[in-house]
């Protein structure tokens, strides 16, 4: 096939896979019936929006409420612990998950099992199979619903919000770091193995090399959506920036909730600046 009839091939690929997103949104739309009528509220909720809104300019620096207990803490150093309280539970689930889908991602890859010999090509399609299914079946169920799961097993403990936040997160990281792995380029794990490398260095220091800059960077963007899923928790109890999110909303003390707000958009922002950082000083 000449390069313009692959070409032409791709473009048409991709038109009918554009194609069918745009069907399939559209029979969403139908099925869903939604309106955009929908989208704009009555009388008295344009006024809560609008009350909402506008506090996001001013967030506040004090508690709203004048009844505050004394020998509480002042806002800010509450909206401080509360935060480092969310990257604890964040940094538990993600640093697990990064050990149990490390593990699995060796496991699902077939950069690892295709040069395979002797009894081994018999033992891998099975451990490949077997590993996959693990996989989808852990992250096939969302964090959320592991937490119902935990918490009424386990009680409101903050070992159960890890476990939550870290099953479907470890399967996350399995399929994607094997991906990664099965698509880095195998020149150096080649030369490796004309060299006598065992499999297993070759995989290591061959492989695995190639596809770190990129598996940091997505181990990043996931500790980031670990920072959400932990304040998410919190309304279900946990005692993360959600679970004040949550309490000052119900008591319509907005600028309260743009605060603890401001401070996951300055967390997320800060992970993002510092995982940019780190892909910076690995590729150098």
């Known amino acids: 096939m000449s390069a313009a009839a692959a ?3 791709r473009l048409g690929t991709r038109r009918l896979v554009l194609l069918l997103i745009v069907v399939a949104g559209l029979w969403a739309a139908v099925e869903l019936r939604l309106r955009p009528g929908g989208l704009v509220p009555d009388a008295g909720g344009l006024r809560l929006t609008g009350r909402f809104l506008s506090a996001a300019l001013t967030p506040a620096l004090t508690y709203e409420s004048p009844f505050v ?10 909206v401080g612990a509360e935060t480092a309280t969310t990257v604890a539970f964040a940094a538990a689930a993600t640093s697990l998950a990064l050990v149990i889908g490390g593990v699995l991602a060796f496991l699902a890859s077939q950069g690892w099992w295709s040069d395979r010999t002797g009894g081994r090509r018999v033992v891998a399609p ?8 693990v996989i989808a079946l852990s992250r096939s169920v969302h964090e959320l619903l592991w937490a119902v ?13 890890v476990i939550a936040i870290a099953i479907p997160y ?3 990281f399995a399929k994607v770091f094997s991906e990664m792995l099965d698509e880095a380029p195998r020149d150096t794990a080649a030369a490796l193995r004309d060299a006598g490398a065992s499999p ?4 290591v220091f061959g492989l695995v090399p ?8 997505y181990a990043f963007y996931r ?13 279900f109890g946990i005692p993360t920036l959600g679970l004040y999110v949550q309490l000052s909303f119900a008591n319509a003390r907005y600028h309260e909730v743009w605060t603890y707000l401001c401070a996951m958009f300055l967390l997320v922002a800060a992970v993002d600046w510092w995982s940019g950082r780190v892909r910076r000083g690995m590729l150098a």
């Open 210 to 217: 190639r596809a770190l800059p990129d598996m940091t960077s």
């Open 200 to 203: 297993l260095r070759a995989f």
């Open 170 to 172: 470890s399967g996350v």
């Open 149 to 161: 799961l935990f918490l009424a097993a386990m009680g409101l403990t903050p070992l159960a919000a």
């Open 7 to 9: 070409t032409l091939r």
């Open 69 to 78: 207990p004394e020998g509480t803490a002042p806002l800010p150093v509450k």
């Open 223 to 235: 500790f980031e959506c670990a920072l959400r899923s932990a304040a998410v928790l919190g309304f």
């Open 126 to 133: 099975a451990v490949y199979a077997l590993t996959r299914t």
